[in-house]
C-alpha cells in the first residue's frame, strides 16, 4: 500500500484514523507479541480490524502456543506494517503497534466480530469457526504509529 | 470484456477468452460447418466468479496443505471434491446470473443442451487432454444450466488435472475455464474420426455406435472400427463390435438402453457413409492445417461436427509415478455392477477357500525341503491375489467416488463427505470381528476375579465360554499378534488386548440408525421415476464399494497370514538349530536356510529409522481432518505388531497406514493420525465408524512423532499439535 496521506493530516486524530483504516485494511497479516512467565512469544495471524478501530481480531486453535500464552497472560502487542523489503522503507515505509488486552469474543459480539473478521478473510471461515478455534478479541488501549523511520505518534484509544 | 458470446460471434482475437473448443467450433461455424448451434461463457465469467466470492483464496488453501508431489492418487480425488462441492456451494452473483441467464434462455428456448469444458490449455497442438474435464449431457433449463457451468469450473481442478498441472501450466492464479453450452443433437448413430491413424500415419479410423456418442467415449459401447486410406478415404477393413447397447438420453443424463435386434446385425455406419465423415475430418484438416480428432452424430441422414481438436501424440507419464494410473481407474456405473457382481460371487468365496486350504495344512508334518518348497508356494500364492487385488479390488473402490459424486450434486451438503454417513455401518468384517473382541472384553469386564486372574499372568485355565469364543475367534480371524513379519506373543497377547478392551469399557459407534434412515430419506426424495431407481442403485453400489474397500484386505490378510505361519514355521526350525538369530530373516533366506544346513544367514543391519535431529522438533504437522473431534493424549507410533499388541486404552493411534488387520486396537485409540492421505482410507472409515478425531496424510509422521509425545489431534481442522516443551 502506497504512503499518500498528506504529511499534514496525519498530525490530526480524523486523519491518523484514517490512515489506520487503510493500513488495516491492506495488510492481510500482522505480528502478535505475547508472553508467558517472561518469555515473549511473536507470530503472524491473519487480522481484521473493526471500523471504530477499538478492536483488532484474529483467530487461533486452542492448542496452539499463542492461545496458552494469551490464557496466562491477556496483554498483548500487535505490529501492522506495510513495508516492501527496500531501501525506500526508511522513507515510506510505516509501522503501527497496537498495545491491549485481548480476551476471546463470545456471546452477540462474536457474532459481529467474525462478520468483520470473514468480511476480509472470506477463505478462512473453515478455520475460524472451528469448534477448535477461537476468535481473539484485543482491546486497544493505543496505538503507536511509526513513520520516516523515527517519527512516532502515540494514538490513545477511547475505551 | 464479454462474459458470453454465440458461437458464430467468436473471432481469432478472443481464443484465450473462449478455449481450445469453442475456438474450433467457431471456426467451424464460421467456415459453413454443420455444428449444432451454441454460446461460449468465457474464461471473464470464470474470473469474475472466482474473485468476487472468495473462492480463489480458499482454493490456495485447499492446494497449500500439502505438496502435490506428497499426495496420493485419493488425495487429489479428495481435494478435487472438496473443490468441486465448494463451486457447487458457492452461488455466482446476481449480476453474473443475470449476463449468462439472458442469452442461455434466448438461446435455446428450453432445449435441451450439452454443457462442456473448453478449456484454454486444452486441446492445443502440443498436447491434448482429452476427459480432464466434465462434460454434462442433456440437460434441460436455464438453472440446471448454470448449475453444470459451476461444476464444468470446478473440474478445472480435477484430479487428473492435477496430474497433468505442469504440462497444463494450471496455476491458482491464472488458470481459467471456458464453457461450451450446446443444443444437443439426438443422433441416431453417432462416434468419433481420426484423420491420421495415431499408429499408421497413411491411414485414418473411424469408430461408431448406435445412439448418443457418450457410450463409446466413456468406453461402455464397443464401437464398429474402420481403418481408412488417409489419402483416398477407401476401406481397408471393419471390425464389426458385438452390438448390443446404446446410450439414448433420459431425464437429466444418458443411459444404456438395449439395440433392437435388427440395429444389432446392421454395422452403424454404410461404406457410404464412413465416405460422408471421412470428407467432414478432410474439410477439418485443410481448415485446422493439421489432421483432426473429431466427435459427430448422424441424426436423419445429416452429419453433424460436435467438437474437433488436432491429434497428439499420448503422453509420457513418468514411470514409477502410479498415480495416473490409478487415477484413470474411473469407472462407469454398469462396469462398477459387473465387477461387484464378480467379487462378491467368485473372488471372495475363492480367497476365503484359499485361506481355508491353506490353514488347514498340517505344516509341522512337511520336512524341511517340502516346508521350504511350501513357503515359496505360498509366497507366489500371495503374490497372485495381491495382482487380483490391484486389478479388481482397487478400481471397486471408486463406487464410492461416483457415488459421492453424485450426492454431492444432489444435496450439496457444506460437508462434502456427509455422503459417508450413507455409506458405513455396512457390515463389515472388521466391525464384525470388534465385536466378536467386544464380547469377550465384557466377559472379563463382568467378572473380577477372572480380570485379576489375567492380570496376574495366569493365562493357563480360562472359564470355558471365554476359552470357547476365543478359539472361535483365532479360528475366523487368525492370531491378532501375527502381522506382515511374525507372530510375536501368541495368544497371551490377545488376552493382555482383551484386558485393556475390559478396562476402556464398551466402544461406542456413533452411527445411529435413526439418522441414517432420515438422511436417506431426504437423498432419495430428490428423485423420482427412473432417475429415483438409479439413485437407489448407486446408493446400493456405493455401500458395497465401502464395504468391499475394508473386507477385501481382511481376505488377502487371511492369506497373507498363511504365508507369515509357514515362515514362522521355518524360523523356528531354524532357531532350534541355534546361533543363528531369527529375528529379522526374510522369507527368502529361510528358504535357503531350510534347504541348506549349512547356510548362516548375515545378520541383518537394522534400518536406520530416519532419526528426528536433536536439535529438530515438530510442532504442529498438517494433514487432512478425516473424522471431527479434538483428542489429546500420548502418542503411541505404531512401526510393528509388538508396538500394537503394547497399545494402551487413551493413546493416540500414529502409524503409516492403519489397515484392517490393526484396527481391532482402533476402539481404544483417543485419535488416529495417519500417514497415508485420504478420506476413503481405511483408518478414515474406521475413525467415523467410532467417531475417533482423526488425521490423515501427515507426511513422515512416524519419525516426526515419537512414542510417548503429548499430542493433539484437531479432526476438526486436519492439524497435529505436538505439546511444547519449552
Given at each position: 500500500m502506497e504512503w499518500n496521506h498528506k504529511e499534514s493530516t496525519l498530525e490530526n486524530t480524523d486523519g491518523l484514523e484514517s490512515l489506520l483504516r487503510d493500513l488495516f485494511g491492506s495488510q492481510r497479516l500482522a505480528v502478535l507479541a505475547t508472553q508467558r512467565e517472561g518469555q515473549p512469544f511473536a507470530n503472524l495471524v491473519a487480522f481484521a480490524a473493526t471500523d471504530d478501530l477499538k478492536h483488532l481480531a484474529f483467530a487461533t486453535t486452542r492448542a496452539t502456543r499463542k492461545y496458552a500464552n494469551l490464557s496466562a497472560d491477556s496483554q498483548v502487542a500487535m505490529l501492522v506494517d506495510n513495508r516492501r523489503n527496500q531501501v525506500s522503507d526508511f522513507e515510506n515505509a510505516a509501522a503501527v503497534t497496537a498495545i491491549g488486552k485481548a480476551e476471546e469474543a463470545g456471546g452477540e459480539y462474536r457474532v459481529r466480530l467474525l462478520e468483520v473478521y470473514l468480511s476480509k478473510h472470506p477463505h478462512l471461515k473453515g478455520f475460524a469457526t472451528s469448534p477448535t478455534s477461537a476468535l481473539i478479541k484485543v482491546n486497544v488501549e493505543k496505538y503507536d504509529v511509526v513513520r520516516r523511520f523515527q517519527h512516532v505518534v502515540e494514538l490513545r484509544v477511547k475505551p | 470484456m464479454k462474459q458470453i458470446f454465440a458461437?458464430?460471434?467468436?473471432?481469432?482475437?478472443d481464443r484465450t477468452l473462449v478455449g481450445g473448443k469453442a475456438f474450433a467450433l467457431a471456426t467451424m461455424v464460421r467456415n459453413g460447418m454443420n455444428v449444432p448451434p451454441g454460446l461460449c461463457v468465457t474464461t471473464e465469467a470464470y474470473n469474475d466468479f472466482v474473485s468476487s466470492t472468495g473462492l480463489q483464496g480458499r482454493i490456495c488453501m485447499e492446494w497449500g496443505r500439502k505438496r502435490f508431489e506428497d499426495m496420493r492418487w485419493e488425495e487429489m480425488w479428495d481435494l478435487s471434491l472438496r473443490i468441486r462441492n465448494i463451486f457447487l456451494n458457492t452461488p455466482m452473483s446476481t449480476g453474473l446470473v443475470d449476463a449468462l441467464s439472458g442469452p442461455i434462455s434466448s438461446t435455446f428456448n428450453g432445449q435441451r443442451v450439452v454443457v462442456r469444458s473448453s478449456a484454454p490449455h486444452e486441446d492445443s497442438a502440443r498436447a491434448s487432454f482429452a476427459g480432464l474435464h466434465e462434460s454434462y449431457v442433456n440437460i434441460e433449463g436455464t438453472d440446471a444450466v448454470l448449475e453444470r457451468i459451476k461444476l464444468v469450473w470446478a473440474s478445472l481442478w480435477s484430479d487428473r488435472a492435477m496430474l497433468y498441472r505442469q504440462e497444463l501450466g494450471l496455476d491458482i492464479a491464472k488458470s481459467a475455464m471456458a464453457v461450451v453450452i450446446q443444443e444437443i443433437v439426438v443422433g441416431e448413430r453417432s462416434g468419433v474420426i481420426f484423420g491420421r491413424n495415431p499408429n499408421d500415419a497413411s491411414q485414418a479410423v473411424i469408430e461408431a455406435v448406435y445412439g448418443l456418442n457418450q457410450g463409446l467415449v466413456d468406453g461402455t459401447v464397443e464401437p464398429d472400427k474402420w481403418i481408412l486410406d488417409r489419402k483416398t478415404g477407401r476401406i481397408i477393413s471393419h471390425f464389426s463390435a458385438q452390438r448390443e447397447k446404446a446410450a439414448a438420453p433420459s431425464h437429466d443424463g444418458v443411459t444404456l438402453q438395449p439395440l433392437l435386434p435388427e440395429a444389432s446385425e446392421q454395422?452403424?455406419?454404410?461404406p457410404e457413409e464412413t465416405g460422408m465423415v471421412y470428407d467432414v475430418a478432410k474439410t477439418a484438416e485443410s481448415l485446422f492445417g493439421a489432421p483432426q480428432d473429431m466427435e459427430w452424430t448422424l441424426r436423419q441422414n445429416a452429419l453433424y461436427v460436435l467438437q474437433s481438436r488436432p491429434i497428439t501424440t499420448g503422453r509420457a507419464d513418468q514411470k514409477d509415478d502410479q498415480r495416473p494410473w490409478y487415477l484413470s481407474l474411473r469407472r462407469s456405473f454398469e462396469n462398477l455392477k459387473t465387477l461387484r457382481r464378480k467379487i462378491e460371487d467368485a473372488l471372495l468365496p475363492q480367497m476365503e477357500d484359499e485361506a481355508l486350504r491353506l490353514a488347514n495344512q498340517e505344516l509341522a508334518k512337511l520336512s524341511d525341503a517340502e516346508l521350504a518348497e511350501e513357503i515359496g508356494r505360498r509366497t507366489r500364492i500371495y503374490d497372485q491375489w495381491s495382482g487380483i487385488y490391484r486389478e479388481h479390488f482397487i478400481p471397486m473402490a471408486h463406487g464410492m467416488r461416483l457415488f459421492g459424486e453424485f450426492y454431492n450434486s444432489a444435496m450439496h451438503p457444506s460437508d462434502p463427505y456427509e455422503f459417508m454417513s450413507l455409506l458405513g455401518t455396512t457390515e463389515m468384517v472388521s466391525i464384525r470381528r470388534n465385536r466378536m473382541l467386544e464380547g469377550m472384553a465384557s466377559m472379563i469386564r463382568q467378572d473380577e476375579k477372572l480380570a485379576a486372574q489375567l492380570t496376574s499372568g495366569e493365562n493357563g485355565r480360562l472359564p470355558e465360554a471365554l476359552d470357547k469364543a476365543l478359539e472361535a475367534f483365532i479360528d475366523q480371524?487368525?492370531?491378532?499378534?501375527?502381522g506382515a513379519e511374525q507372530c510375536t506373543q501368541g495368544r497371551d497377547a490377545m488376552i493382555n488386548l482383551l484386558l485393556a478392551m475390559a478396562k476402556h469399557g464398551p466402544p461406542t459407534s456413533r452411527f445411529q440408525r435413526q439418522g441414517f434412515e432420515a438422511l436417506k430419506k431426504e437423498f432419495l426424495s430428490r428423485f423420482s421415476g427412473e432417475k429415483k431407481d438409479y439413485a437407489t442403485e448407486l446408493l446400493d453400489l456405493g455401500r458395497a464399494s465401502y464395504r468391499l474397500r475394508d473386507d477385501d484386505n481382511i481376505y488377502i490378510g487371511r492369506i497373507k497370514g498363511q504365508v507369515v505361519r509357514a515362515v514362522d514355521e521355518g524360523r523356528t526350525r531354524i532357531k532350534q538349530r541355534g546361533a543363528i538369530p531369527t529375528k529379522d530373516l526374510e522369507a527368502a533366506e529361510i528358504i535357503r536356510a531350510l534347504n541348506d544346513p549349512s547356510f548362516v544367514p548375515e545378520t541383518p543391519v537394522p534400518p536406520d529409522k530416519d532419526k528426528a535431529k536433536g536439535n529438530l522438533k515438530a510442532r504442529q504437522l498438517v494433514g487432512q481432518p478425516a473424522c471431527p473431534g479434538i483428542a489429546r493424549g500420548s502418542a503411541r507410533v505404531i512401526l510393528s505388531q509388538s508396538d500394537l499388541m503394547s497399545f494402551e486404552a487413551g493413546e493416540v493411534f500414529v502409524c503409516d497406514a492403519l489397515d484392517p488387520t490393526m484396527t481391532f486396537v482402533a476402539p481404544l485409540a483417543a485419535g488416529i493420525v495417519e500417514r497415508r492421505g485420504g478420506m476413503l482410507i481405511h483408518g478414515a472409515i474406521i475413525a467415523r465408524e467410532y467417531g475417533i478425531p482423526c488425521v490423515t496424510g501427515v507426511p513422515k509422521v512416524t519419525s516426526l512423532i515419537r512414542t510417548g509425545d503429548e499430542i493433539t489431534v484437531d479432526g476438526y481442522l486436519g492439524i497435529v499439535i505436538l505439546s511444547s516443551v519449552r
Open positions: - | 458461437l458464430e460471434e467468436i473471432r481469432d482475437s454395422p452403424p455406419l454404410s480371524f487368525g492370531d491378532l499378534s501375527c
